[in-house]
């Protein structure tokens, strides 16, 4: 019986390391591709709940950067900065508890409004951030 207890606790253990190893693996795995490539994380809530966690995001003209958009919320969110033309021809929507990926090089230098796109409260207008583009 006691041979029995043992090899339960055994497999027991078996399962948690191999959870937290492939744990590990994933975060190692997208760390590495965020660092690999000039990445952004923002995270998206309605405004009275914290609004986007960037409100400014400072970027480099004809420097490639990939924004990771994570939606924190329980409702959908939009992504939009019209005067780069993100969002514009393909809607980035991003649902409750979802990643959105945006992928940008700046070809112009200035500060540019970024946006939710889709109506997510009452206070919806005021879901907005700066993206300022400097030249190297």
Known sequence: MQKKHIM??????LV???TVVAIAGVLYYEDKLNRERHTVVLLARAPELGNWD?????LTQGEP????IRNVDTVTHGFTIPELGVGINNPVEIKAGHVAFVE????????????????????????TG???VSRR
């Not at 339960?8 to 253990?13: D, K, Q, R, Y």
């Not at 960037?54 to 400072?58: A, H, K, R, T």
């Not at 950067?65 to 990771?68: G, H, M, T």
């Not at 940008?104 to 879901?127: I, R």
Request: with cysteine.
């Open 54 to 58: 960037l409100p400014e995001i400072d």
């Open 104 to 127: 940008l090089t700046p070809a112009k230098e200035g500060t540019f409004l970024y946006a939710c796109s889709v109506w997510c409260s009452k206070q919806h207008p005021q879901m």
């Open 65 to 68: 950067v990939r924004l990771k």
């Open 16 to 18: 948690v390391i191999a």
């Open 130 to 132: 700066k993206i300022i």
């Open 8 to 13: 339960e606790v055994v497999a027991g253990l």
